[in-house]
């Protein structure tokens, strides 16, 4: 996906480059504005004509020939304005074209003063009649004409425009090979930027399947999860035995109903309380407190310690209690589980039990220390040997004279014991 984002980015851009250099390629291949360069073209012919026509007039009035034009002062300060008109130079002109159009200017405008002087210089010397002076002005005017100036004036000009054209075909050719290259790029990104949208589309599709297939697998697992959720919370329910959260520090974090029936509390009322001060009286030793508290710290994940601790409810007294204490496994900071257990009725049939054998143990000794000292005596043979006792307590074929034989013999047994 990011490989296709990349080509769009850059085949957008160098579309846009390829755009602008064709639309430079279309700027400079358009042709001027004809109107500016034929002025500018005009004002030169203008110009030299004028320069042509000045010098025609000094001609005639030297031959004494009527000016067409004229050539006083004036006439030169006018075709001067109109050389400093032609530093407008038309917008194509670079920098460098434009200071050499001034130096060719500059160089028109000194012969047009040096032109002028002459002329001066001649009418001065006709006025003092030295003639052969007035007519060494005249020709170095001639010689130095100002027309030539302004024929090399327009040479410069196009020879100028002439050099802009071949720089401006030259760039031409340059932008439209750089526009050529830049499209066969485009176009090549472009291809490779289907390809890769194709294969976008097929990832995309796959990804919609995986992304479905994740979708209901986690869905499942949810709806495996609440089940799990609600039958623990149904154990947690119906457990008769108090069930209780702590943190590692020993504070409540969640209790079941029969906690909260056994302790006589609510959970909302204790939840984040100490455990110990809750369910342990005050008047605990502290060694007790501590063997409950050291019991959970000491307990490792997944392993229980019991152990047996009188508790106490909200209004006061106080019962036996079974504590199971069992470390929750897993990662993060510890989690311990109390599960606590009222052995009120065990207690007291352990009670009853021991009283029961008291009463037997007692009212047992007695017969039963008789019996001891008899079977001592037997042991001791008052009444002689004891397998011959008992043999002469078998029966024989005269039943009377057995019968007071054992008579006697118990007599004597009895006297013996009595004794």
């Not at 846009?16 to 639309?23: E, I, R, T, V």
């Not at 002087?117 to 020709?139: M, N, P, S, Y």
Request: charged residues 25%.
């Amino acid at each position: 996906m990011s490989q296709g984002l990349r080509l769009s980015r850059r085949s957008g851009v160098l579309a846009a480059g390829a755009l602008l250099l064709l639309c430079g390629l279309f700027a400079m291949g358009r042709p001027w504005a004809t109107s500016d360069n034929d002025r500018y073209r005009s004002a030169l012919r203008h110009l030299r004509v004028a320069s042509g026509d000045l010098e025609m007039d000094v001609l005639r009035e030297r031959m004494g020939l009527r000016t067409l034009h004229g050539s006083d002062p004036e006439d030169f300060t006018a075709l001067r304005a109109r050389a400093d008109a032609l530093r407008q130079f038309p917008s194509f002109l670079s920098a460098m074209d434009r200071r050499t159009m001034n130096a060719a200017l500059d160089l028109f405008v000194s012969a047009l003063e040096e032109s002028a002087a002459l002329l001066e210089r001649a009418r001065a010397a006709d006025a003092r009649g030295e003639k052969e002076a007035a007519d060494a002005a005249v020709q170095a005017l001639l010689e130095g004409t100002v027309s030539t100036r302004a024929e090399r004036l327009i040479n410069t000009y196009l020879e100028l425009y002439e050099r802009t054209q071949a720089r401006n075909e030259r760039s031409r050719i340059i932008f439209f090979i750089v526009s050529l290259a830049l499209v066969a790029y485009v176009l090549v990104v472009m291809v490779r930027l289907s390809r890769a949208t194709a294969d976008l589309a097929a990832l995309n599709t796959d990804l919609e399947r995986r992304v479905e297939e994740r979708t209901r697998a986690l869905s499942a697992a949810n709806d495996g999860l609440r089940a799990s959720e609600a039958r623990k919370a149904a154990i947690l329910e119906a457990s008769p035995d108090g069930i209780l959260l702590l943190d590692g520090g020993g504070d409540l974090l969640e209790l079941n109903p029969s906690a909260e029936k056994t302790f006589q509390v609510v959970a909302a009322d204790v939840v984040g309380r100490d455990f110990l001060s809750v369910a342990l009286p005050a008047e605990l030793p502290d060694g007790a407190r501590q063997k409950v508290l050291a019991a959970g710290r000491n307990t490792a994940s997944g392993q229980a310690t019991r152990l047996e601790s009188p508790c106490l409810r909200r209004d006061g007294s106080t019962f036996p209690a079974e504590l199971t204490i069992v470390r929750v496994p897993g990662e993060g900071p510890p989690r311990y589980t109390v599960f606590v257990r009222d052995i009120t009725e065990r207690k007291a049939v352990e009670r009853m039990k021991n009283e029961f054998i008291s009463t037997v143990s007692h009212e047992l000794r007695t017969p039963l220390t008789s019996i001891r000292g008899s079977l001592g005596l037997l042991e001791g043979g008052i009444v002689g040997d004891i397998w011959t006792w008992c043999a002469s307590l078998a029966p024989t074929p005269n039943a009377s004279s057995a019968s007071s034989t054992t008579s006697s013999t118990w007599r004597r047994w009895r006297r013996a014991s009595w004794s």
